[in-house]
């Protein structure tokens, strides 16, 4: 069934948040044209540790949101997928989400929570695999004092559609640090978006995407400093391949007036290997007070270096080989940030086989 | 036994100016063992020489001929030119993020003996070719040339030469931005690739100190865009004592 397919939340297009956005691959879920189902797919991959729960349950959103589809996510899914990492405990070992069914005739809305007690530290590792039409209203809790990585991995297969807020609001003295990679689906919409709550807390947003033929992946960042004496980084290094492979990175920071002491530097790169593709990149630094540490953002579009290649070449190995060396030294700085050596191989060899099969 | 025949190469570069020819016409023959000093003032050419023999793609032939053992240089790809036995030491060595030193030296060395080397030999190879030049082991870590001091990328450039073992090396400028220990080293370091590989050198420089270490048996004078006067070691000393000024109003 349909959800509130009220005409006022539908985005036309016209909007500054959906002018780049492919409004009628999104299979229904912008309009609430699509058919919803049942599925719950999100799972945990390996039985959890102690301190670890993973319920569904209800729970009010933690914060508002303006994006039309997590409001019809919220308005069509009660349940909350909800991980819970207790009070002081300290996980050596990632937690693995995983995917475990998905279609493409009907819809999935998804509702997840992580929430971190104070002073516990966890990595969680979100495989987003298969075939799917999933939108997700993604929060995270961090208490006084925790740590948090989050990776999510956008490893769809090529029918997918995935539109997601992944929105974290970090406490004091918190740690907040998310790895965002996105090779894989047609769609892939993802609000990567932090609000603090209390000084001393901190983020630090990475991402990387690959899109190849006809991919469309977008990452819209919304960082609010709201509170003073916070830090964030972001950096997103992007690959493009192929005719009309589009990306997106949009980096809205935000300083308000009482966010003195705020420290914040934005990044986003793009590596343009073939003709055809198309790279949109807006970095958008909003200050308020003076009173801060320091605040910049820089954003770069470009192609091969033709002198890396003849330095790599000069030393007898072939184009191809050379090309593939640059570009998994592009995402390295990012990819050896994910503390896991199987996870990390996986991605480089997918970096390899859509780099292979672009031909670029 | 390998020969390194360079007959009339010209050579153009495009610029925001039109076509600008910069070699024009050069002659110079190498042999395996034998070592070429090139001489000659800042913008006489010497490191479009070098680039062109190499193949960097900025340059365009325009006349001539390379010819290594026989076979046509100009008409190899640039990894091609690398896998014949070329190799070039360069001025600014470029950096690569992201890549570390030790996976482009496999990398490279795969690509140029044709199959991986086996990795417990290799391991002590690299480790010794770096001990040999005084690098630090952290070195193979770091990412190729990225945030290296001069000095580093000239060592990191030896040591490929080392490793690498090419029949024919072109150094330019080598000793550019060295100070006297780390022209020494460097200098020792091809000293033993000559020594261990019979390696031909061409030896691109601005000053002469570098031939107290690295003994040229001739001496080119190159002024532009060709080679104006040819010699033995001695000719080194005049240039020292005179300057290029005789050859550059010409």
């Excluded at chain 1, 516990?120 to 995270?140: P, S, W």
């Excluded at chain 2, 044709?114 to 630090?136: C, F, I, Q, S, Y």
């Amino acid at each position: 069934m349909s959800v509130l397919a009220t005409n006022y939340l539908t985005p036309t297009g016209r909007e500054e948040a959906w002018r780049f956005t492919p409004l009628k691959r999104l299979r229904g879920l912008h309009d609430g044209t699509c058919v919803t189902s049942q599925r719950h797919s999100l799972i945990s991959k390996a039985p959890l540790p102690a301190g670890v729960t993973f319920t569904r349950e209800a729970l009010s959103p933690l914060a508002v949101s303006d994006d039309v589809i997590i409001e019809r996510v919220r308005g069509g899914a009660v349940d909350v997928a909800h991980l819970s990492i207790a009070s002081n405990t300290e996980l050596a070992d990632a937690i693995f989400l995983t995917r475990s069914e998905g279609s493409l005739d009907s819809a999935e809305l998804s509702r997840v929570r992580i929430s971190l007690g104070t002073h516990a530290k966890a990595t969680v590792i979100v495989e987003n695999i298969g075939e799917t039409v999933l939108a997700e209203d993604f929060e995270i809790s961090l208490a006084p004092g925790s740590c948090l990585t989050f990776v999510s991995l956008q490893e769809f297969d090529s029918k997918s559609v995935y539109t997601a807020r992944h929105h974290a609001v970090v406490d004091k003295d918190a740690t907040f640090k998310s790895i965002t990679v996105t090779v894989g689906g047609d769609v892939v919409r993802i609000l990567p978006t932090v609000e603090f709550t209390a000084p001393g807390a901190s983020a630090e947003l990475l991402g990387v995407y690959f899109a190849t033929t006809g991919q469309f992946f977008e990452h819209r960042m919304h960082v609010d400093h709201a509170v003073p004496h916070a830090k964030s980084r972001v950096n997103y290094k992007g690959a493009l391949a192929g005719r009309d492979a589009h990306t997106v990175w949009i980096g809205d920071v935000l300083i308000r007036a009482v966010a003195e002491g705020t420290d914040t530097y934005e990044l986003n790169r793009n590596l343009l290997l073939t003709d055809g593709a198309r790279a949109d990149s807006v970095p958008n630094l909003e200050i308020e007070t003076g009173e801060i540490v320091g605040a910049g953002h820089a954003s770069t579009t470009g192609r091969f270096d033709d002198e890396q290649l003849f330095y790599l070449m000069s030393r007898g190995i072939t184009l191809e080989d050379a090309r593939r060396l640059v570009v998994r030294g592009f995402f390295n700085e990012i990819i050896s940030e994910i503390n896991n050596e199987e996870v990390q191989e996986r991605l480089m060899n997918r970096i390899d086989g859509e780099l292979e099969r672009a031909g670029a | 036994m390998s020969t390194l025949e360079i007959r009339g190469l010209k050579v153009s570069v495009n610029t925001d100016n039109g076509t600008v020819d910069i070699l024009k016409g050069v002659d110079l023959t190498i042999k395996s063992g034998e070592t070429h000093a090139i001489m000659g003032p800042n913008g006489s050419g010497k490191s479009t020489l070098a680039y062109s023999i190499a193949g960097h793609p900025k340059y365009t032939i325009t006349g001539g001929s390379v010819t290594l053992d026989g076979a046509d240089v100009l008409a190899m790809t640039v990894d091609e030119r690398a896998k014949a036995g070329l190799f070039l030491a360069m001025q600014y060595p470029v950096e690569v993020p992201g890549v570390s030193v030790s996976n482009f030296l496999r990398t490279a060395a795969t690509a140029l003996r044709g199959e991986a080397p086996k990795l417990r030999t290799w391991v002590a190879e690299v480790k010794g070719a770096m001990e040999a030049l005084n690098m630090d082991a952290s070195f193979a870590t770091r990412n190729v040339n990225e945030g290296f001091s001069g000095g580093e990328k000239k060592r990191h450039e030896i040591m490929q030469l080392e490793l690498l073992k090419p029949k024919m090396a072109i150094l330019d400028e080598t000793d550019s931005g060295l100070d006297v220990d780390a022209l020494r080293i460097v200098s020792e370091g091809v000293n033993r690739a000559k020594a261990d590989n019979n390696l031909g050198v061409l030896l691109i420089t601005h000053y002469t100190r570098i031939l107290k270490y690295i003994k040229p048996d001739f001496v080119h004078v190159f002024a532009n865009g060709h080679i104006v006067e040819e010699g033995g070691p001695d000719l080194a000393d005049k240039l020292e004592a005179n300057g290029y000024a005789d050859y550059v109003t010409k």
